[in-house]
């Protein structure tokens, strides 16, 4: 199993600029889940989805954060227009329906956004 | 609402030394609790995860954890620490949902 897949692994642009964050989450699991991680606030939820459909947003920071799931093999999460205090990294995490597993997620390598 | 503590930022051992991280979570029904771990410049791996049942878990790579009710707590052991432990390792609950809340990690180091 390739396991969950995040590009780019890496991105450095500038402020104002926007910036797109792409998920492929590990097939067959019906849950999808953004995360970011950064030294001041730790891991932080932004936002997450059920069979494509968002369920929770109540992470995401502001109105220039936004997030999508156009089928379940891919999801994006937009920033526009990105600002300094974006960077970060950026995980995207998938998992299956409860009954099989416990909640438990599986973490891409994350994307790490500088913001100059 | 549920919260997790993990005692010490920071946590340095010796080679062979035992391994003791700390967790203790607030939560108002029976919990679901698991450990993961973050290698430099990596995602975050699961450990090991308690739901119900036997309340000492064992994992990968050597750890266990052991869920005690009463003290509220899920403390990350490892018998003998070995160089390639050294990452950063994240305590999680949750009372039934997707929406898992994260302790703010301990670092482990270990000294050769």
């Known amino acids: 199993d390739a396991g969950v897949i995040q590009s780019p692994r890496h991105e450095v642009t500038e402020m104002g600029q926007e910036v797109t964050l792409r998920c492929k989450p590990i097939s067959g699991h019906d849950y999808l889940f953004w995360y970011r991680q950064t030294m001041m606030r730790g891991l932080e939820l932004l936002i997450y989805f059920n069979n494509n459909v968002p369920i929770d947003d109540s992470g995401m920071p502001e109105d220039r954060f936004s997030a999508k799931m156009p089928n379940a093999s891919f999801s994006t999460l937009k920033i526009q227009p990105s600002e300094p205090r974006d960077s970060a990294v950026y995980f995207c995490a998938s998992s299956p329906t409860p009954g099989t597993t416990s909640y438990e997620q599986y973490f891409g390598p994350g994307t790490r956004l500088t913001v100059t | 609402a549920q919260s997790v503590t993990q005692l010490g930022s920071h946590v340095s051992v010796s080679e062979g030394a035992l391994v003791l991280l700390r967790c203790n979570y607030s939560s108002s029904v029976p919990p679901y609790l698991f450990w993961y771990v973050q290698y430099p410049n990596q995602g975050l791996q699961l450990l090991l995860k308690y739901t119900t049942g036997a309340t000492l878990v064992k994992g990968i790579n050597g750890f266990e954890a052991e869920f005690k009710k009463s003290e509220t707590s899920f403390h990350l052991t490892k018998p003998s620490a070995h160089m390639s432990d050294a990452a950063e390792y994240f305590c999680?609950?949750?009372?039934?949902?997707?929406?898992?809340?994260f302790g703010s990690g301990t670092r482990l180091l270990v000294r050769p």
């Open positions: 999680a609950v949750t009372k039934g949902s997707y929406k898992l809340i």
